[in-house]
T-cell receptor, first 110, second 114 residues
């Protein structure tokens, strides 16, 4: 099956700093999502981005499908950004099967 | 508001007992999914269903069972055959179709087997 790797696995930032999270995948995909898992475990949808670039406030994402990677940018980080960020890719083969990456654990310190 | 409701949020059970986790959605989505998450790990697919009365095994289906009798509901039973049932269980749904695989999640159910 498809492999999804995220880097870095862990990241500690000072509040106000910027960061880039990366998601590499091993095969062609139909869709890609970024999620933020908060301390209570809930997965929050950040972006649905099979290709191109999107921005939402301090967050933006870029997917280059032909090169099999996606980037999540966090600018002016806040303590509420702490948590785990997951990339998930969808492959169609008569159905939509979604595979999750290994996650990046982000800690933003005041 | 539309969304996905999982219950219970926390559940304690003795070893050897079957437990059923509820998942209900009012998003009118065709596809529903169950994922398992262990501490510090990513999500692994247990079962998924594209339409009513149809479901397929995911990557870690052993020891679990599901049903899909209604579009809105996709309950998961953790059976006594599951060797390590203590985990965080997440239900998700998505619209059907090739490019409509955007997943939406419930708040999760945390199962602890004593």
């Amino acid at each position: 099956g498809i492999q999804v790797e995220q880097s870095p696995p862990d990241l500690i930032l000072q509040e106000g700093a910027n960061s880039t999270l990366r998601c590499n995948f091993s095969d062609s995909v139909n869709n890609l999502q970024w999620f933020h898992q908060n301390p209570w475990g809930q997965l929050i949808n950040l972006f649905y981005i099979p290709s191109g670039t999107k921005q939402n406030g301090r967050l933006s994402a870029t997917t280059v499908a032909t090169e099999r990677y996606s980037l999540l940018y966090i600018s002016s980080s806040q303590t509420t950004d702490s948590g785990v960020y997951f990339c998930a890719v969808g492959v169609s083969g008569g159905y939509q099967k979604v595979t999750f990456g290994t996650g990046t654990k982000l800690q933003v310190i005041p | 508001d539309g969304g996905i409701t999982q219950s219970p949020k926390y559940l304690f059970r003795k070893e050897g007992q079957n437990v059923t986790l509820s998942c209900e959605q009012n998003l009118n989505h065709d596809a529903m999914y169950w994922y398992r998450q262990d501490p510090g790990q990513g999500l692994r697919l247990i079962y998924y269903s594209q339409i009513v009365n149809d479901f397929q095994k995911g990557d870690i289906a052993e020891g679990y069972s599901v049903s899909r009798e209604k579009k809105e509901s996709f309950p998961l039973t953790v059976t006594s055959a599951q060797k390590n049932p203590t985990a965080f269980y997440l239900c998700a749904s998505s619209r059907q179709g090739l490019n409509t695989g955007e997943l939406f999640f419930g708040e999760g159910s945390r199962l602890t087997v004593l």
